[in-house]
């Protein structure tokens, strides 16, 4: 059983809202990602860390934004919602292991955002 | 271009049966590649992860094989039971960079009826 949490798991909420969804892990690892996932589609990468004060965007350009200031916590931010951000959002976390990146990725049970 | 692609995109057993799910890919240099088992509404759960020099790998009823010079693995699910309707996905990670970029397939949706 993987020690990663999302909250809140279901949330609908309507256009020009802002909203925090939470997500944390007790297992130390240094990385931390968020990734979105549609209906029948893969999971894109919107954001990663690799540790305390360090934030990247990923593949997929989303107009969220996180924050890593304690190991445990990484945070998605959505300053002013809009339909277009309905999805579901995965955060999962890994320890780092070497340049093979054998790390075991880690999901918490994702965050269903309805925005109406 | 780096892919994932998985066949078939959807399938519907009878319990106890076995089935094989495939997944080729395109990614290099190859690093490692994953299969995951999500349950609808729920976070992805590993089941195995092969480097290059692994060409089997098994998780109970769960078997994958790995042939990196085709670039292809399959996923083989022995004597089903109905907790195994999930969507179950390919990842594969290459080692080009220090992210060790995944590259995630669509998932192949298994339903297993009793």
């Known amino acids: 059983e993987a020690d990663i949490y999302q909250t809140p798991r279901y949330l609908v909420i309507g256009t020009g809202k802002k909203i925090t969804l939470e997500c944390s892990q007790t297992?130390?690892?240094?990385?931390m990602y968020w990734y979105q996932q549609d209906p029948g589609m893969e999971l894109h990468l919107i954001h990663y860390?690799?540790?305390?004060?360090?934030?990247e965007k990923g593949d997929l350009s989303s107009e969220s934004t996180v924050s890593r200031i304690r190991t445990e916590h990484f945070p998605l931010t959505l300053e002013s919602a809009r339909p277009s951000h309905t999805s579901q959002y995965l955060c999962?976390?890994?320890?780092?292991?070497?340049?093979?990146?054998?790390?075991?990725?880690?999901f918490g049970e994702g965050s269903r955002l309805t925005v109406l | 271009k780096n892919q994932v692609e998985q066949s078939p995109q959807s399938l519907i057993i009878l319990e106890g049966k076995n089935c094989t799910l495939q997944?080729?890919?395109?990614?290099?240099?190859?690093?490692?590649l994953r299969w995951y088992k999500q349950d609808t509404g729920r976070g992805p759960v590993s089941l195995t992860i092969?480097?290059?020099?692994?060409n089997t790998k098994s998780n109970g009823r769960y078997t994958a094989t790995l042939d990196a010079d085709t670039k292809q693995s399959s996923l083989h699910i022995t004597a089903s039971q109905l907790s195994d309707s999930a969507s179950y996905i390919c990842?594969?990670?290459?080692?080009?960079?220090?992210?060790?970029?995944?590259?995630f397939g669509r998932g192949t949706q298994l339903t297993v009826w009793p």
């Open positions: 997944c080729n890919y395109t990614v290099s240099p190859f690093s490692n």
């Open positions: 092969m480097t290059f020099s692994e």
């Open positions: 297992m130390g690892h240094d990385k």
């Open positions: 999962a976390s890994s320890e780092s292991v070497g340049v093979a990146n054998t790390g075991e990725l880690f």
């Open positions: 990842v594969v990670s290459d080692r080009g960079s220090t992210l060790g970029r995944l590259y």
């Open positions: 860390s690799y540790g305390v004060n360090s934030t």
